[in-house]
């Protein structure tokens, strides 16, 4: 048997007055959705917290090769306060002690070195790992109108270019951090120990570094952010015109296409040109301070050394601490790099993980009873179903229809009236404004899936 139902029809262009008003700005509108309050730390937590033990260990490994490495400046002073005197005088034992030493430590910091990436590199595909799997399971459970906001491009984009950056900042950028923080208050309070006026001359110098770190942080910060979201237009632009290209060129949006791409990969490249600007900026002025504050230790070091109040041997630790003190402060600005990108990506992550389903699971899932009769299929009821989408009035104000099971049901009705509106919330792509959609009786809401 046919039946023919008709839903409520709406104007012409399928929406009810209401819908003609101005919508409110959609925040889905720009690449960075909603991030709530400490979303972003605690997705992190979330993703170091199963490898704390881990973690720990690569951080211990790192923290003996640092020691094994910086004892070679005090072996240096050893030599030539120590033990070249005493070779003067017939006695080979101190200089040789250590150079053994040296060479130990050498070997022990290769070794330290090799273990340490090993472990580290296994933690960052861990959490990686994690994360893409969270990515994407998350995109799966969302409901369909959030991928009608959320491009397919964008969603790309987070587990593609957004977890590329964590990576870089996992694999390369934190192993800097530590190595330049250990290496500060190591140096440090080994200059201080061998020198009080050369160590707080060091120590002083770290004050106008530390500010210019800061105004490079916050610089590049934004830099990153804007880069963030220019790659991810780049590659939405790129995946709708390959998923559309059948309308493309029917209706021949090449060149319109075109020129849409180009102004977008030149947004992208300008984005990378200001990184890449605020970055020399930083090299060009901490090796200024840098180059300033060992050229004045040197010269202050000497005079003292002439006259005699400075050994020889503690100038030239000193010299070679204050070198490998300043180096690092290069590899800052990579680390800096990696966590502004690594943050901005990881702020966009925690956007789209913070999305709730409009169409939620059901707390406790109810089972669909066997059917009730001996042929095929349910019986479908429409209860006092109304809905309407987000960007318009209501669809459905009110309707009500009963399909018994093994029966077939014509619904008709203009362009807008809500037939495929049914459709869709028979297949809970949305749940209904208010009433019950029922399969043999039972709520759709409540069906375990």
Not at 133 to 157: K, N, P, V, W
Not at 204 to 229: E, K
Not at 240 to 246: D, M, S, Y
Not at 326 to 335: H, K, L, N, V
Request: proline share 6%; charged share 20%.
């Amino acid at each position: 048997m046919t039946t023919e139902s008709r839903p409520k029809e709406t104007p012409e262009d399928g929406r009810t007055p209401a819908a003609l008003a101005v919508p409110a700005p959609d925040p889905f509108d720009q690449d960075d959705l909603p991030t709530p309050p400490g979303a972003t730390a605690s997705l992190l937590r979330s993703l170091l917290a199963p490898m704390r033990a881990r973690v720990g260990l690569v951080v211990l490994l790192l923290l003996l090769q640092q020691a094994a490495i910086q004892a070679g400046p005090l072996l240096v002073a050893y030599a030539i306060d120590q033990g070249v005197p005493a070779v003067r005088e017939g006695r080979w034992g101190p200089l040789v002690a250590v150079g053994a030493g040296y060479l130990g430590c050498a070997l022990a910091g290769g070794l330290l070195q090799y273990a340490f990436l090993t472990r580290s590199a296994v933690v960052s595909q861990d959490v990686l790992l994690d994360l893409r799997g969270r990515i994407f399971r998350h995109g799966q459970a969302l409901s369909l109108d959030f991928h009608e906001r959320y491009t397919s491009g964008r969603l790309i984009s987070r587990a593609t270019t957004d977890v590329e950056s964590l990576r870089e900042l996992l694999d390369e950028g934190l192993q800097e951090l530590v190595t330049v923080l250990v290496s500060f208050v190591y140096i440090g309070g080994m200059l201080l120990w061998l020198d009080l006026g050369i160590g707080s001359v060091a120590v002083l110098s770290f004050v106008p570094l530390y500010l210019l770190i800061r105004l490079y942080q916050r610089r590049v910060g934004r830099v990153y952010a804007r880069r963030s979201t220019a790659i991810a237009r780049v590659i939405v632009k790129f995946t709708e015109t390959v998923n559309g290209i059948r309308p493309v060129r029917a209706f021949r949006r090449e060149k319109a296409n075109d020129a849409e791409f180009a102004e977008l990969n030149r947004t992208h490249e300008r984005s990378n040109g200001d990184a890449l600007l605020e970055m020399a900026r930083y090299v060009v002025g901490s090796r200024l301070v840098a180059n300033t504050a060992v050229a004045g230790m040197v010269l202050w070091g000497a005079w003292r050394v002439a006259d005699g109040a400075l050994a020889l041997g503690v100038l030239a630790a000193a010299v070679l601490y204050v070198r490998r003190l300043y180096d690092p402060i290069d590899r800052m600005a990579m680390f800096l790099n990696a966590y502004q990108s690594a943050a901005a990506s990881l702020e966009k992550i925690a956007g789209l993980l913070a999305q709730r389903p409009a169409v939620p699971e059901p707390e406790t899932p109810v089972a669909l009873p066997a059917p009730a009769g001996a042929g095929p299929g349910r019986t479908v009821e429409f209860a006092g179903v109304s809905f309407g989408y987000r960007t318009g009035g209501e669809v459905l104000p009110r309707f009500d229809l009963t399909i018994p099971a093994g029966q077939t049901v014509a619904v008709v009705g203009s362009t807008g009236a809500g037939k495929s509106t049914l459709a869709k919330l028979l297949a809970r792509f949305y749940d209904p404004s208010a009433g019950q959609v029922l399969l043999d009786g039972v709520d759709l809401r409540t069906l375990a899936t």
